[in-house]
């Protein structure tokens, strides 16, 4: 299946841009084109425990490992002001960034906090009286940990209605000042690194103390769509008309490059990395249903979505961010399951990928 790439919005990423010696400006991009910069919650806010919010999963995994956190990250909960006057400062039209969840709603459903609340109704108005506008994103890999203890986070399917009825609090509240909502950032590398690879919260994979890289990466694929559609349908249903706001879902996306320019298996295999990275959503968001290559290949570990639901998540988008930040070589060669002898997505897609980070990189091997 080919992958229908819509990309209505695309933020630049200067951080990675490196020492180029072209020089641009902003009359090089089309009227209108917006430049933003971006963050997450988890990444800016800092104020980890403050005023009533509660541990996100991102909390539990990096404190758990002893790793470096993001207790204090760059203190935006305390300086958001300042940073929004550094935004006007560089010319930003717009600022992406994301909610904390348990920082809203502790528990992740029931009672709202009233000074989370606050908090991001003071900080969008401080973008908006600025000129800048805000584009939000639901859920960026940072699930409230009481909802991970009581029922295993994304990999039930109750997190549907949970992620719902938190995009409902969201839209109510924000939605004045909103336009943009992203409901998931980077579908596949939140789901491939916490239940694959178990490198990022939550931390499961087949070979880590829970969770099962054969199934879990599947199953969570599955529920975020689901949960994106039904919180994308409460939009249309109820705010929409209103607000005049779209809601839409975010990948991440490398440029796939050939490692033998001869080899026609490589190319081929470029076709299944592709399925497996892009179209396992944008399969679902554009026509309702998985690519034939990942079904055949997954089997009867891949869900299968209901007629209604397929009818949910098709169309469900109204558009795809993008984040790209460097290609990947793709090269046709059975793959071993990474850490145990259960197949897992990489096994499943049958493809190497080596990474490029850096021109540097880039001129190694082409
Ligand atoms: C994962 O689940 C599959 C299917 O239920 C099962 O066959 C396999 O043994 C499980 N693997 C692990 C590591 O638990
Ligand atoms: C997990 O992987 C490590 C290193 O690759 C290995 O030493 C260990 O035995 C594995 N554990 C399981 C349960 O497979
Ligand atoms: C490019 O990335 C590689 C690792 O992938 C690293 O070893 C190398 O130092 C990087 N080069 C530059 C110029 O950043």
Not at 308 to 331: C, N, Q, R, T, W
Request: contains cysteine; glycine residues 10%; proline residues 4%.
């Amino acid at each position: 299946m080919r992958v229908l790439l819509s990309v209505i919005y695309i933020f630049l990423l200067l951080a990675l841009s490196g020492r180029c010696s072209d020089v641009y400006s902003r009359s090089d991009f089309p009227e209108g084109f917006t430049f933003g910069s971006a963050t997450s919650a988890y990444q800016w806010e800092g104020a980890v425990d403050e005023d009533g919010k509660k541990p996100s999963v991102w909390d539990t995994f990096l404190h758990s490992r002893n790793l470096e956190n993001g207790d204090i990250a760059c203190d935006g909960y305390h300086n958001y002001k300042e940073d929004v006057k550094l935004m006007v400062e560089t010319g930003l039209d717009a600022f992406r960034f994301s909610i904390s969840w348990s920082r809203l709603i502790p528990n992740g459903r029931g009672p709202v906090n009233p000074k989370g609340l606050q908090f991001y109704k003071n900080f969008i108005q401080q973008l908006v009286s600025h000129g800048i506008e805000p584009h939000v994103t639901l859920h960026h890999y940072d699930l409230p940990q009481f909802l991970e203890d009581d029922y295993g986070g994304w990999i039930n399917r109750r997190i549907i209605k949970d992620f719902t009825a938190y995009a409902d609090v969201c839209f109510r509240e924000f939605g004045n000042h909103v336009k943009f909502w992203t409901t998931i950032n980077e579908a596949n590398v939140f789901t491939i690194g916490g239940y694959n690879d178990g490198t990022s919260p939550p931390g499961r994979c087949s070979n880590c103390s829970s969770g099962n890289s054969s199934t879990e990466t599947y199953i969570v694929g599955n529920n975020l769509l689901l949960a994106h559609a039904s919180a994308s349908r409460l939009y249309k249903q109820k705010y929409k008309e209103k607000q005049g706001g779209s809601v839409g879902f975010s990948l991440y996306a490398f440029e796939f490059v050939p490692y033998t320019s001869s080899s026609k298996d490589d190319e081929i295999a470029i076709q299944r990395a592709k399925d497996f990275f892009y179209g396992w959503t944008l399969g679902p968001l554009t026509f309702g249903d998985y690519p034939d290559e990942m079904k055949g290949a997954v089997g009867s570990r891949l869900p299968i979505f209901s007629e209604e639901e397929s009818e949910l998540v098709k169309g469900s988008s109204d558009f795809i961010g993008i984040m790209h930040y460097f290609p990947a070589f793709v090269e046709d060669i059975k793959v071993e399951p990474s850490l145990s002898r259960n197949p897992d997505f990489y096994s499943d897609m049958g493809v190497s990928l080596t990474y490029l980070r850096n021109r540097s990189d880039f001129g190694v091997r082409v």
